[in-house]
T-cell receptor
Framework: DGGITQSPKYLFRKEGQNVTLSCEQN?????MYWYRQDPGQGLRLIYY???????QKGDIAEGYSVSREKKESFPLTVTSAQKNPTAFYLC???????????FGEGSRLTVL | GQQLNQSPQSMFIQEGEDVSMNCTSS?????WLWYKQDPGEGPVLLIALYKAGELTSNGRLTAQFGITRKDSFLNISASIPSDVGIYFCAGNNAGNMLTFGGGTRLMVKP
């Protein structure tokens, strides 16, 4: 079945550690996105990528980094520079930049 | 940039009641989408609208693309407990990326 797979579903990390969240899609979509969601809040865009080897900062990119070496993969690294990293992270993809987004199931990161 | 105001922010209703929520934009959109997010999951696309005035149904859900192209409405008829979740509107125009509303949290009393 085609879809978007995020892993891990739950992740705990100590303060000061970097952590990488995986996002893989087999929908052959060109565009991929990372959003952050805090409890009771909406979606805030972290980074997006329209094509392989290219990505752009979203509204809250500070403390995060991404790569897009393959069309299918768009991993997000939450660095120690992110002051409040505990959140629910959602990866999404679309055929093109203005198209409908399809979301993964999310990864919940908790910093201890 | 584009802004979407979604209302209400939350609703607590009795099972069987009908639900209405809406989104308004500061600019004209040519696409409106409605998503539902179950607790702890990613949002799932419910309905997509591409033409002003368009009215589209998906089971008990009905959504409309406003004539002014600056608003959209979602109605849920005869709500059931599994309707619980957060409903997001999203829209865009001219090839721009989707803009999301802040969400409407729906809670249903059995």
């Amino acid at each position: 079945d085609g879809g978007i797979t995020q892993s891990p579903k739950y992740l705990f990390r100590k303060e000061g550690q970097n952590v990488t969240l995986s996002c893989e899609q087999n929908l052959n979509h060109d565009a991929m996105y990372w959003y952050r969601q805090d409890p009771g809040q909406g979606l805030r865009l972290i980074y997006y990528s329209q094509i392989v080897n290219d990505f752009q900062k979203g509204d809250i990119a500070e403390g995060y980094s991404v790569s897009r070496e393959k069309k299918e993969s768009f991993p997000l690294t939450v660095t120690s520079a992110q002051k409040n990293p505990t959140a629910f992270y959602l990866c999404a993809s679309s055929i093109w930049m203005a198209g409908e987004l399809f979301f993964g199931e999310g990864s919940r990161l908790t910093v201890l | 940039g584009q802004q979407l105001n979604q209302s209400p922010q939350s609703m607590f209703i009795q099972e069987g009641e009908d639900v209405s929520m809406n989104c308004t934009s500061s600019s004209i959109f040519n696409t409106w989408l409605w998503y539902k997010q179950d607790p702890g999951e990613g949002p799932v696309l419910l309905i997509a609208l591409y033409k002003a005035g368009e009215l589209t149904s998906n089971g008990r859900l009905t959504a409309q693309f406003g004539i002014t192209r600056k608003d959209s409405f979602l109605n849920i008829s005869a709500s059931i407990p599994s309707d619980v979740g957060i409903y997001f509107c999203a829209g865009n125009n001219a090839g721009n990326m989707l803009t999301f509303g802040g969400g409407t949290r729906l809670m249903v009393k059995p």
